[in-house]
């Protein structure tokens, strides 16, 4: 009843004046500024991410402001400060941390300018408007079933594969202050976890525990470190199997470890898989190291980000939203927007990478 009443008067006031509604009701300026923060450059995913979604809000008619953190979460508050300060009317943020942002976001709220979360949801606020992702969730349970069919207890089909096990494996997850590390790895451990209570895979360090096996932004070094600790303390008289790795900067630390420790490619070298397709990931797949990655087409991901934002501009709810109910950020549900990720692995990475014109055949020699 109350808010119908507020409805029209809004509606009668907008009529008297002859002018639109200010905040977000108001018809977007041809172009509008719109402030774009990525976490980092140092992997090559969002790099790609950040100029994909520029290109295409610029090919829309707007401005954009694209700033990389450097995984430093102050740089990114003050990044988002001065966006709002220089009168972005929206924002698309991929965070360093998804929690430490409250501030920013509530100055954002404050100055009526909403707020995509890209990538990764930014918690602990009410100040987030929608959130564009992929199904996190999906993207653990591709990881942990390429890591069955590495280690050959499946088939590429989902059928039960040729081996009997039991195997060795271990575990890394993703920065714990990324709230897609708990969706990757809870997704995959819903696939490993009976197989590791009924002995099939053994992980030898007794490291199953999320906090135990996160890696702070994402970093391979941290990654590579922990590998070694691991294969020196719980491998000194059996071999680790498989390694479930979730994204491509960890994978590629996780194998530098395995080989500085005597493990060679093409003899019985371990399982090892990813995410995000980077191209050092997808040429150490072609070469037999690594052994599978998660493809997520970012430039899927920043056309349907700048649509949404187009429609969020306009003042309308987008379109595109798909799932409603799986990402509470710990004050509110965030309406989202989710894609499905793709396994990649040496039988189909041509069909997947190269002729849907993500990488050339040159890019990978
Ligand atoms: C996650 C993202 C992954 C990967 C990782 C490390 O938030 O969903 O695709 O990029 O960060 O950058």
Redesign the pocket.
Known sequence: MRSKFVVSVIVLLVAACGAPATGRETKPPESALVGVTM??TT?Q??TSDGENIKHNLESRGHRVDLQYAENDVPTQVKQVESQIAAGAKLLII?SVDGSALTKPLLMAAEAGIPVIAY??LLRGSPNVDYYA??E?FR?GIYQAESLLTGLGLRNGDGSPGPAAGPFNIELFA??AD????AF?FNGAMSVLKPLIDDGKLVVRSGQTDFQAVTTLR?DGETARKRMEEIVTTAYRRTKVNGVLS?????SLGILTALKNNGYAPGQGFPVVTG??AELGSVKSIIAGEQYST?Y?DTRELATATASMAEAVLKGRTPPQLNNLNDYENGVKIVPAFLLNPVSVDKSNYHKVLVESGYYSDDQLR
């Open positions: 976490p980092t992997s995913r969002w991929a990538d990764r992702t992929f996190n993207v993703g920065s990324d709230n897609n590390s990757f994402w979730p994204y491509d900067g960890i995410q995000d998660i997520k």
